[in-house]
């Protein structure tokens, strides 16, 4: 199992409290060298330093030091014929042999007491520089680390602030989502990202970014419906809590989900919940991995302020949506109210002009709903209101408008239909008979009780040149027309 920690921390850097035996081999021995070869000149002394794996740290030029150490491990009489190996102990810890060997053939009038005398005096000596080569050796380390953390410490600073930016200048959240999951993902590499957005009524998710997995294995989960037990974002979602799988191809979350993650390539995934400052989940951030691996605590805390990141964004995108259905949307129905029903009104005329294209407006009351408030109540009158609207809305295209002008007023805003002016016509008038035969099928008002509905409409046909108030003024004398003439029923504008 893969332990991943912060950072570049997969490297392996050795820090300030790794045994002693595990830093030798890093150590600068080369000043040995120098003295072990005057030894060898003077009094014709071979001389090795050897870590406790027999490699050669510093020498006189002894090429088979390795196996001088294994004969005086294996020979105990103390003569001027034999090697002497020497340990060399710090901090109670045995990093290396220092081996002093058989004098050469042409230093033989050495006395033969000598070469254990030259390991006791050299032992210290070999020692002093282990000590302070090795107290270099862990600064140096510390230092790099050190130095690591910080450059970590602003890259994760400035992708925040990126982010931070982003929010504020009001950039869209798939943009926003998109550049956070990248930039962890080049932060921490190896890391897979993804962010998934939580639909509160449906309660299900629904991609929101992840560049690196695949578009089939992102579609697969788009639209899936949280739940224990439901792979590691659908278990977090649903729990609120850190979902960390280290492995997938054994953790029973992910049991119905083998193939899918063997699309993607995936062996390991971690989500945290996206919370919002009242607990409420609005996603996960997740973090995959080609391997089996678990998180360290630093990673995961910094897991949790990049899912801080991304709630940011989601919940001023919530804001932002809030705010424009107050603003351009009527509250009980859904429907524009009139400030976007002018917007939009305002966007016909210009098309229309540019376009040539005749388009209708059509001023709609309800005749018989007065009766249901005074009768059965408000709340039951603002629920038939909403059943009219999904019936109005069934009735139009897509690019139509329908707009609630108050209370049991509605306007209907038919844009770019035809050049020609009877084709237009027909197509309005095909319109308000559709209209009309919806909304004379009887409302439900109750388990037992039914209203029956009629309405008055009124219809304007406009190209161009013309403007909202008058399009209105003329729709809404055109429907008092249509009451005149007997209610429940379409009437064009005339000012005759």
Known sequence: MQDVSAGSA??????DNEPASKLVATIDFSELNTVFNNILQVMGLPVALLDI??????SSD????????????????????????????????????????????NNASVDKTQPNSITQMLAPLALQITKLSLLNARYQCSLQQTEQKVAQRT?????????????????????????LVTQVELLHQGMLCSILLLDQDSQTLHHGA?????????????????????????????????????????????????????IAGVKACWSQPIKNAQNKVLGTFAIYHYQPAEPCAVLLQEIKTYSNLAELAISRCLSAAQIRRLAFYDSLTG?????????????AIASSQRGLKFSGLMFIDLDNFKPVNDIYGHKTGDSLLVEVAHRLLSAVRQADT????GGDEFIVLLRDIDTEIERSKLHIQHIAAKIANELARPFPLSEHNMHQ????IGLVLFQGDTNCDELLRQADTAMYQAKRLGRNQPCWFSDK
């Open 335 to 347: 429907l524009a109210n009139r400030r976007l029903l002018e917007e939009h009104l305002l966007q």
């Open 53 to 58: 794996y027999g490699k050669v740290l510093a």
């Open 453 to 456: 509905c009629a309405c008055s």
């Open 155 to 179: 890259q994760e600073l400035l992708l925040q602030n990126q982010i931070l930016s982003q929010i504020s200048e009001g950039a869209e959240l798939k943009a926003i989502l998109h550049n």
């Open 10 to 15: 997969q490297s392996q850097h050795l820090s």
């Open 210 to 262: 992840a560049p690196s997995l695949p578009d089939e294995y992102n579609n697969a989960l788009d639209g899936v419906a949280i739940g224990v037990g439901v792979g590691s974002c659908g278990t977090a979602a649903s729990t609120g809590e850190t979902v960390i799988v280290q492995d997938i191809s054994t953790h029973p979350y992910w049991q119905p989900y083998q193939a899918l993650a063997a």
């Open 402 to 405: 329908v707009a609630r002008f």
């Open 62 to 105: 002894w090429p088979d030091a390795r196996f001088g150490l294994q004969q005086a491990a294996e020979i105990t009489a103390e003569n001027s014929q034999q090697n002497y190996a020497t340990p060399i102990m710090l901090d109670g810890e045995h990093i290396a042999s220092l081996l002093v060997g058989k004098r050469r053939p």
